[in-house]
């Protein structure tokens, strides 16, 4: 049974900095692709950022400079370290994984408010 399970949201002021982590168990996480999407209320799902199973990254335009993907597959976890948060980053963030198959898998979500 796959789980990711986040952790590390909250409240934190603008200019602030939170670091997200996903936990994974339940699958071959150094051959999953994992990728951060976020959602904010009346707004579509976006793809934050991506650590492909080589550890390249690649980030949306919006968090591009503040945001840092990365992860560790001895410990089966992803984490995002979010700096310089602003209003907008304001949303539910998910973990997701994804196999070579193109399975995905999504975690709970974790709530990131950030107040101006």
């Known amino acids: 049974q796959v789980q990711l399970v986040e952790s590390g949201g909250g409240l934190v002021q603008a200019g602030g900095s939170l670091r997200l982590s996903c936990a994974a168990s339940?699958?071959?996480?150094?051959?999953?692709?994992m990728r951060w999407y976020r959602q904010a209320v009346g707004k579509q799902r976006e793809l934050v950022a991506t650590v492909s199973v080589g550890g390249s990254t690649s980030y949306a335009d919006s968090v591009k400079g503040r945001f840092t993907i990365s992860r560790d597959n001895a410990n089966n976890t992803v984490y995002l370290q979010m700096n310089s948060l602003k209003p907008e980053d304001t949303a539910v963030y998910y973990c997701?994984?994804?196999?070579?198959?193109?399975?995905?898998?999504w975690g709970q979500g974790t709530q990131v408010t950030v107040s101006s």
């Open positions: 997701t994984a994804w196999s070579l198959t193109g399975f995905g898998s």
């Open positions: 339940g699958i071959m996480f150094s051959s999953n692709v």
